[in-house]
């Protein structure tokens, strides 16, 4: 579903990712774990578009993202090839990023209408399923300002499934949660990955989350996968020292 | 009683040409002119945050340009360079333009500082949506900036209400304009000008009012 090859990402003269390599199948749940700085959310970054690479190439299912093909050459993809290909992807962030100006409902439909063309109605019925689904019927008609953190999370997952994503990217998006709001939406993560064939890129600290829910875990360190296995293997028995250390410093830290 | 300091039966005698002539002047100039520059300065704030390196440049310049430049200089030179050239206006509409123009550039910044007050996660929840970048500044950006500096244009009206004294220069009587002309008609100035400033008084504190009361809705909105 994924597929990054050779990939190499610099700001000015930082190097963030360093050839990289790796592929994530259909429907898989990959989480990402690592120190600071070591180039996991440039990763959803470059996916979405966020970011350009600097080198090398990144697939999206059968097409490529990052290029398009002109004239028998590779040339970096313009804005409008990058749009098409990205509608197949969907991300959560850290800080949520609804949309103040707007209700819960538009947050929920106005991509939909917009970008899917699908009727208000359609997208209206849908957008109050996905609230049912992340248990905030209720906040049908509320402002974002008006919901605790948890739920704005909450409607920005269900925003991001209204979509109708592939690939669903989510970037550390407990990390700017209260610690008593943060299960809720790991539940509510799991309970989707488990019931939708979606596939899952995940940046994450929560590692009992990680290793709950991941089919792998790829940890990273200076811009590189330096370890790349399941998730019992990973957490229990990693080979490399390096993973060891992390794990350690993370668990101390609670 | 011609030594009194105010003569009452004077004062009342002004007050209606005042008000009917002068009044009247400053608050179509005002108004004209408001909207010219609320319009025109989010089109130059747009031009100016434009990717393509050569529209901002341009617009950066023409900013830069009418911002240093005084009003008054402003005034007389599109009234009376511009027409050799065959661009001829009337007085009043001259003044519309020149005031909207200059004040849009003021405008432009302060619609440029609200946009970019607006979080970059906006703008990258629009681009994970794939919202079309014309729709991300209708729907997502321009709600947001937009009423946070409503209150900084609001300003702006009051600055240009009172700068409509300076259409003097190019023939056209506002309230201080149809004031001074009252008063060398009758050698009096006392009871026109004292006028003039009273109603510049009353009508720039309502305006400030107003503007007072859209900070607030604004930050209820917030």
Redesign the interface.
């Known amino acids: 579903m994924i597929r990054f090859e050779d990939v190499g990402k610099s700001f000015g003269p930082v190097t963030v990712l360093d050839g990289l390599n790796f592929t994530v199948a259909p429907g898989e749940f990959v989480t990402l774990i690592g120190p600071s700085g070591s180039g996991k959310t440039t990763i959803l970054r470059l996916l979405?578009?966020?970011e350009q690479v600097t080198s090398g190439v990144i697939y999206v299912g059968d097409e490529c993202l990052s290029h398009v093909t002109r004239g028998g050459r590779q040339v970096p993809a313009d804005e409008k090839h990058q749009?098409e290909v990205?509608?197949r992807?969907?991300?959560v962030?850290q800080?949520f990023?609804?949309?103040?100006?707007?209700k819960v409902m538009q947050n929920l439909t106005?991509?939909p209408i917009?970008?899917l063309g699908k009727s208000r109605a359609e997208a209206e019925d849908r957008a109050r399923e996905l609230l049912d689904l992340v248990g905030l019927s209720e906040k049908v008609d509320a402002h974002p300002?008006q919901l605790s953190g948890g739920q704005q999370q909450r409607v920005a997952i269900a925003?991001?499934l209204a979509?109708q994503p592939d690939v669903l990217l989510l970037d550390e998006v407990t990390s700017a949660l209260d610690p008593e709001l943060v299960a809720g939406v790991l539940a509510l993560l799991k309970d989707i990955a488990r019931t939708t064939d979606i596939t899952f890129l995940c940046v994450t600290h929560e590692m009992g989350f990680a290793r709950d829910v991941s089919d792998r875990v790829m940890m990273f360190d200076g811009g590189k996968v330096i370890e790349d296995a399941a998730p019992d293997k990973l957490f229990s028995d990693p080979d490399h020292e390096r993973t060891r250390l992390f794990l350690q410093a993370v668990l101390e830290r609670g | 009683m011609n030594d009194d300091v105010w003569r009452w039966d004077y004062a009342w005698e002004v007050f209606p040409e005042i008000v009917g002539g002068g009044l009247w002047t400053t608050v179509q100039v005002t108004v004209l002119a408001s909207i010219v520059a609320y319009a025109l300065g989010l089109v130059l704030a747009l031009l100016r945050m434009s990717s393509i390196r050569i529209v901002s440049t341009i617009a950066w310049a023409v900013i830069e340009f009418i911002r240093s430049t005084p009003l008054l200089v402003q005034l007389f030179f599109a009234f009376f360079v511009l027409p050799d050239i065959g661009l001829r206006f009337g007085p009043v509409t001259t003044g519309v333009i020149v005031f909207g123009l200059h004040y849009a550039t003021y405008s432009a910044e302060v619609y440029r500082a609200g946009i970019e007050a607006v979080?970059r996660?906006?703008w990258?929840?629009a681009?994970?949506?794939?919202?079309?970048r014309s729709?991300t500044w209708t729907?997502?950006i321009l709600?947001?900036a937009v009423p946070r500096v409503l209150p900084a244009l609001g300003n702006y009206t009051i600055s240009m209400l009172k700068e409509t004294p300076l259409l003097l220069t190019i023939g056209v009587l506002d309230i201080v304009g149809v004031a001074y002309q009252e008063g060398s008609a009758a050698f009096r100035y006392v009871e026109p000008i004292t006028i003039a400033g009273v109603l510049f008084l009353v009508l720039s504190y309502s305006a400030s009012l107003l503007t007072r009361w859209m900070e607030r809705r604004v930050g209820i909105a917030?």
Do not use: D, W
Request: hydrophobic residues 40%; aromatic residues 4%.
């Open positions: 979405m578009t966020l749009r990205r509608k992807i969907g991300m962030f800080q990023n609804l949309f103040p100006n707007m106005e991509a917009r970008v300002s925003r991001a979509m | 979080p996660g906006q990258e929840a681009t994970a949506l794939s919202l079309p729709r729907k997502v709600p947001q917030r």
